[in-house]
């Protein structure tokens, strides 16, 4: 047995996972932040980022309740099925446009609401999250370079999902250098921003979130 598959089967959060029937442990960090921080409520909408195997829609399923929707985007399939309220596509995260998500949307509303008026513009987002990792080199600056321009890909398009004034913003990255630069780009756009490591976080990464809430209107 390998090193990663003995330190696995140790790791308290991969076996509550098996327990709760989460196909993945990194769902117990966005139970921590949420729990902390309640970014997921009743009927909203979000958008999840990097979402395969799955764990966080089935999270997202739950908590956002029976009129909520959550879209999930991956370059791997989730081979869940998570009901009419959670629609994933298999796309290039970072060829994502606004408009495809708003399409997307649309198409998602119509299959959770078949009687929502076909013409009804497409809702603002609540929360977009983004567990999104680079393809790893080993080349550790290279790497956290990688997972930074995901984070700001993200950004970008949370600015224009999201309905100023409120939301959620949640990324996770690898710290390094680029850190402290990265926080502030999150700061220029959300009023409350917090770098977080949740305790899920598995011994010896590098991995953190930043949060931010609050969209500021754009100027």
């Not at 327990?19 to 902390?36: G, P």
């Not at 995260?93 to 649309?106: A, H, I, M, N, Y």
């Not at 990324?171 to 926080?183: E, I, M, P, Y």
Request: aromatic share 8%.
């Amino acid at each position: 047995m390998s090193r990663s598959s003995r330190y696995q089967h140790k790791d308290r959060f991969f076996q509550l996972a098996k327990q709760s029937k989460f196909v993945a442990r990194s769902v117990f960090k966005l139970d921590e932040l949420n729990q902390k921080f309640r970014l997921i409520g009743k009927n909203q909408i979000v958008v999840d980022l990097g979402c395969a195997p799955g764990s966080w829609l089935q999270y997202l399923a739950e908590h956002v309740g029976r009129k909520g929707l959550v879209l999930g985007y991956d370059v791997a399939p989730v081979e869940l099925s998570l009901g009419p309220k959670v629609q994933t596509h298999i796309v290039d995260v970072t060829e994502l446009s606004p408009e495809r998500v708003r399409e997307d949307l649309q198409s998602l509303r119509q299959q959770a609401a078949p009687h929502t008026p076909p013409n009804a513009p497409p809702p603002p987002v609540d929360a977009l999250l983004s567990d999104m990792a680079p393809k790893l080199s080993g080349i550790r600056d290279a790497d956290q370079a990688k997972s930074v321009a995901l984070v700001e890909f993200a950004l970008q398009l949370s600015r224009t999902l999201i309905r100023p004034g409120q939301g959620v913003f949640v990324a996770k990255f690898f710290q390094g250098r680029d850190s402290d630069q990265l926080v502030a780009e999150v700061k220029r756009f959300y009023s409350d921003v917090k770098l977080l490591k949740p305790e899920a976080t598995r011994e010896g990464s590098r991995e953190v979130f930043v949060l931010g809430r609050r969209l500021r209107p754009s100027k």
